[in-house]
């Protein structure tokens, strides 16, 4: 049995909305238990993020993909603060060979969404996980999927809070993708 944690920050609801979409679709992948994880105000105290459990859980993950949105060009200050507080397990490799993903939403179209994703990615190889992107080309599907055209990952777009149909369907298949590939290359 593989485990795939969704680990995320959300302050409207539509990033929960995306993460749940990514776990329902690892969760269509036989032999593959789903863990989702948020990142809520009481994991951080004075700025530091503090629930050691939640870090100890995604040790035991064979892939975690993570989700924030994006705020003035990258991860929220909620995710950084998990992400400065996973050093720990940098320091031993201990989440190194785990394959890793990511996923973000905006306000605007452009928002400079890629770059959240870029630092999930980096914070991914930092820890030594396997990230894994897109293989759909944006704009190329005929049902629509990867609408924005990322291939690093999911990019959504909302600007009343709605989410567009076709970004909750890259996300429940971002979430399959990660699931089948754990169970084929994780060890």
């Not at 909620?78 to 973000?104: R, V």
């Not at 992107?133 to 690093?152: F, T, V, W």
Request: aromatic share 8%.
């Amino acid at each position: 049995m593989r485990t795939v944690a969704v680990v995320f920050y959300s302050a409207s609801g539509s990033t929960r909305q995306l993460a749940a979409a990514v776990a329902s679709g690892a969760a269509t992948v036989p032999d593959v238990n789903v863990m989702q994880a948020e990142i809520v105000s009481a994991d951080i105290s004075a700025g530091r993020f503090c629930n050691s459990k939640l870090l100890e859980d995604l040790t035991n993950a064979d892939a975690i993909i993570f989700g924030s949105p994006t705020y003035m060009g990258s991860v929220s200050a909620q995710f950084k603060a998990f992400a400065d507080a996973s050093s720990e397990y940098w320091e031993q490799q201990l989440w190194a060979n785990k394959i890793a993903a990511g996923f973000t939403i905006g306000s605007n179209f452009s928002g400079d969404q890629l770059h959240t994703l870029q630092y999930l990615q980096i914070l991914a190889n930092q820890q030594g996980m396997l990230w894994v992107g897109l293989d759909i080309p944006g704009n190329q599907d005929d049902s629509g999927l990867n609408r924005l055209g990322a291939q690093s990952g999911l990019i959504a777009h909302s600007a009343d809070g709605l989410l567009h149909e076709t970004d909750l369907l890259t996300a429940h298949y971002l979430g399959r993708r990660v699931a089948q590939l754990s169970k084929r290359f994780v060890g």
